[in-house]
């Protein structure tokens, strides 16, 4: 009923940059939070950052100041600028949203299939 899907990954140099986006469709009334996790290989998957419906956000110490999340509430739609980019940076990068389907529902989380980011040093 609800699809994320993910674009905007690829090979980077370090210090370069690469936006990410995350479109969700399907049954949707409302998106409370939205998230970007990572994972690397061997390591489990961590919290990059995340931004409430109102706006707030919150980030991983590794990537503050390097890193932008965004939305578009209209389009129920993600960003995650990524500058600077370092080589710890590579992981398999997943979109995450709480999402509800009917205005008296509750909110249920959705994943996204990934995008695989890879920094190059």
């Known amino acids: 009923q609800v699809q994320l899907v993910e674009s905007g990954g690829g090979l980077v140099q370090a210090g370069g940059s690469l936006r990410l986006s995350c479109a969700a469709s399907?049954?949707?009334?409302?998106?409370?939070?939205m998230g970007w996790y990572r994972q690397a290989p061997g390591k489990l998957r961590e919290l990059v950052a995340a931004?409430?419906?109102?706006?707030?956000?919150n980030y991983a110490d590794s990537v503050k100041g390097r890193f932008t999340i965004s939305r578009d509430n209209a389009k129920n739609t993600m960003y995650l600028q990524m500058n600077s980019l370092k080589p710890e940076d590579t992981a398999v990068y997943y979109c995450?949203?709480?999402?509800?389907?009917?205005?008296?529902?509750?909110?249920?989380?959705?994943w996204g299939q990934g995008t695989q980011v890879t920094v190059s040093s």
């Open positions: 931004i409430f419906s109102g706006g707030s956000t």
């Open positions: 399907g049954r949707i009334f409302s998106i409370n939070v």
């Open positions: 995450n949203a709480d999402v509800r389907i009917k205005s008296n529902g509750p909110d249920t989380s959705h």
